[in-house]
């Protein structure tokens, strides 16, 4: 059979055929986002930072690879033999024509069981509210007293009474014992964080516990210590192992802290840190009150120039008003009108003669003159003009 023959008669090619079964697996919901337990071998860190290797139990065998992207976040280093809990989606790689499973989360198979049970508890009370943000309470500023819900003999209470009484060597701080691993741990616990929360004069809570493995924190992802962080009267600080450990309770919390120690520093303030704000404060505020008085007194100044200007001008316009009002008084006076050689005609009985009907011919009149007066006698009376 030529090509052309066996193309029209729809024979398939490998690639097709791998294709094909690709599609398939695709499409199939029960491969996608799924757990599968077995053991590992043929174990493989390529220099590429990816890892394969083949889960195997009593019957089969599966592929899998884990890129490096997902498996840098891996708390255990895989090895051959071990059971293992691997999630992720089954597909075909086919270039090679063979499925594998993409692995994206893998815990060993002592930590998966716990793994899932931390996830279901962890979902269920986040849809029911239990994380909220808006159920964060802030930390008090300065808390009168704290209360430490831990192991009495802990490395953990150590670390905190050290912190805390470096930065604020007068601080209160309540110790209320409580296991913090093995059976029994989480009821006390939570009975330790009713208890604090029970004491009136503690402002606020940190519960928590040097680092251990998984299997010792475990009892921070209870239920019982989820609920009763978040039923506490003051604001709770969750210090659970170290940076890298989250549990159940961190979520519940108010603030997580990521050590005991940190979480020390995020409740109680730094005296000497508080001190020198107070001082910076202090100056800045000295420095501001001594600015504001010479920018007073400069504007008392400038305000004193000012009005003395004002009063200047004031003054000589005053003073010129004055002497034009002077002078025209001074034109206005009969003795300087006298002395620009006008007289004024007087009858005998003093009064002023304006008009020359107002005398009589023979009368005896007075010329008031600028230096004298003439007696005089009226031949001739003239009126008009």
């Not at 599609?23 to 043929?42: D, K, P």
């Not at 692995?103 to 049970?117: C, F, K, R, V």
């Not at 230096?371 to 003239?382: A, D, M, W």
Request: aromatic letters at 6%; a neutral charge; hydrophobic letters at 45%.
């Amino acid at each position: 059979m030529i090509a052309g023959d066996w193309q029209r008669a729809g024979v398939l090619t490998v690639s097709d055929v791998t294709a094909r079964v690709a599609e398939a697996v695709r499409a199939h919901h029960g491969l996608s986002g799924v757990w599968v337990v077995g053991e590992i071998s043929n174990f493989t860190h390529h220099t590429s930072g990816h890892m394969y290797f083949t889960l195997k139990d009593d019957f089969s065998r599966l592929r899998a690879v884990m890129f490096r992207g997902q498996n840098t976040r891996l708390r255990f280093m895989p090895a051959n033999g071990m059971s293992v809990f691997a999630h992720g989606s089954v597909e075909v790689y086919e270039r090679g024509g063979e499925y594998q499973l993409y692995t994206d989360t893998l815990e060993p198979l002592g930590m998966g069981a716990l793994y899932l049970a931390f996830q279901e508890l962890r979902a269920r009370l986040e849809a029911e509210g239990l994380f909220d943000a808006e159920l964060k309470r802030p930390l008090p500023t300065f808390p009168s007293r704290i209360a430490v819900v831990t192991s009495p003999t802990g490395a953990a209470i150590r670390d905190i009474i050290t912190v805390a009484r470096r930065r604020f060597p007068g601080i209160n701080i309540l110790v209320v014992p409580a296991l913090v691993q093995g059976e029994g741990a989480p009821d006390s616990i939570a009975r330790g964080i009713e208890l604090a929360s029970r004491v009136e004069d503690v402002d606020c809570l940190i519960v928590g516990r040097g680092g251990g493995s998984a299997e010792e924190l475990w009892v921070f992802n209870d239920e019982k210590v989820a609920r009763a962080i978040r039923a506490s009267r003051v604001p709770v600080v969750s210090a659970v192992g170290h940076e890298t450990d989250f549990t159940i309770a961190d979520f519940a919390a108010d603030v997580r802290a990521p050590t005991p120690s940190a979480a020390a520093e995020m409740v109680v303030p730094d005296v000497a840190a508080l001190t020198r704000r107070v001082e910076n404060a202090r100056a800045r505020l000295v420095r501001a009150g001594a600015l504001a008085v010479d920018h007073r007194r400069q504007a008392v100044d400038e305000n004193a120039r000012w009005l003395g200007q004002k009063i200047q001008t004031r003054l000589q316009m005053s003073r010129e008003k004055l002497a034009r009002l002077a002078g025209v008084l001074a034109a206005l006076d009969p003795e300087s009108v006298l002395a620009r050689g006008y007289a004024i005609c007087r009858a005998a009985d003093g009064r002023a003669i304006r008009s020359a009907d107002e005398a009589a011919p023979g009368e005896q009149v007075s010329v008031e003159l600028s230096r004298g007066s003439l007696e005089c006698e009226v031949r001739e009376i003239r009126t008009g003009g």
